[in-house]
T-cell receptor, first 109, second 119 residues
Framework: SQQGEEDPQALSIQEGENATMNCSYK?????LQWYRQNSGRGLVHLIL?????REKHSGRLRVTLDTSKKSSSLLITASRAADTASYFC?????????FGTGTLLAVQP | DAGVIQSPRHEVTEMGQEVTLRCKPI?????LFWYRQTMMRGLELLIY????????DSGMPEDRFSAKMPNASFSTLKIQPSEPRDSAVYFC?????????????????FGPGTRLTVL
C-alpha cells in the first residue's frame, strides 16, 4: 500500500503564485524525497531531506519536514507554466522508496 | 551522461505473449529498481537489485513476472504469459546506494519508461 499521501490531489494556480503541496506518511523514515513527473515522462528527483533536518531549500523549492507529525511540505515559489507536472513524495525505509499518490499541479500562464 | 536507458519505449502485445523489458542503468550506479505505474495503484516498486543481486522482490505481483541483472550495466523484466491487467508504464531507476540499516540514502534516477499494452 502507498506510504505517502499527498494533499491536495490537484492544484491549479496562476503563473507567479506560490504552490504548496503536503505529504503525510505513517511510519518512521530516514529521509523523504520529492520527485516531479511531467506527463508521459519518468520521475525527476527534486530534493531530499533527512530525518534530522527540518527545512531545506533548492532554488525556488522549499521543503519542510516535521517528523513528530509525520508530514512534509513542498513549496514552489514564483511558479511558472513549466512547473506544470505531478509531484510525488517518497519516503525511504528498509532500503526502499515508497511513493505517495501525487499532486497534479497546473500552472496557468 | 546518457541517463537510464529503457527499451522498448512502447510495447503492444496480445494476451499470452512473452514480454521482455530492458534497462541500462547509469554507469557507476550499484542499485537498480523496477517500478510499475498505473492510475489505479500509482507507482509500485516491483524489485530492486544491489550489486546485481536481487535484494527485495516482494513487490513482484506473481510468478509470471521475473527479473534478472546479469551484469552491472543491464537488467531485464520479463512477463510470461502477459495479461491485460499487466498494462502499465514500467520504469527502471538506478542509484548509488548502500544496503545498510536505515537506507535508502540517495536519490534515484529514472528512465523514460516503457508503456506496455496487453490486448
Amino acid at each position: 500500500s502507498q506510504q505517502g499521501e499527498e494533499d491536495p490531489q490537484a492544484l491549479s494556480i496562476q503563473e507567479g503564485e506560490n504552490a504548496t503541496m503536503n505529504c503525510s506518511y505513517k511510519t518512521s523514515i530516514n529521509n523523504l524525497q520529492w520527485y516531479r513527473q511531467n506527463s508521459g515522462r519518468g520521475l525527476v528527483h527534486l530534493i531530499l531531506i533527512r530525518s534530522n533536518e527540518r527545512e531545506k531549500h533548492s532554488g525556488r523549492l522549499r521543503v519542510t519536514l516535521d517528523t513528530s507529525k509525520k508530514s512534509s511540505s513542498l513549496l514552489i515559489t514564483a511558479s511558472r507554466a513549466a512547473d506544470t507536472a505531478s509531484y510525488f513524495c517518497a519516503t525511504g525505509q528498509r532500503n526502499k522508496l515508497i511513493f505517495g499518490t501525487g499532486t497534479l499541479l497546473a500552472v496557468q500562464p | 551522461d546518457a541517463g537510464v536507458i529503457q527499451s522498448p519505449r512502447h510495447e503492444v502485445t496480445e494476451m499470452g505473449q512473452e514480454v521482455t523489458l530492458r534497462c541500462k542503468p547509469i554507469s557507476g550506479h550499484n542499485s537498480l529498481f523496477w517500478y510499475r505505474q498505473t492510475m489505479m495503484r500509482g507507482l509500485e516498486l516491483l524489485i530492486y537489485f544491489n550489486n546485481n543481486v536481487p535484494i527485495d522482490d516482494s513487490g513482484m505481483p506473481e510468478d509470471r513476472f521475473s527479473a534478472k541483472m546479469p551484469n552491472a550495466s543491464f537488467s531485464t523484466l520479463k512477463i510470461q504469459p502477459s495479461e491485460p491487467r499487466d498494462s502499465a508504464v514500467y520504469f527502471c531507476a538506478s542509484s548509488l546506494e548502500f544496503v545498510l540499516a536505515g537506507g535508502p540514502y540517495n536519490e534515484q534516477f529514472f528512465g523514460p519508461g516503457t508503456r506496455l499494452t496487453v490486448l
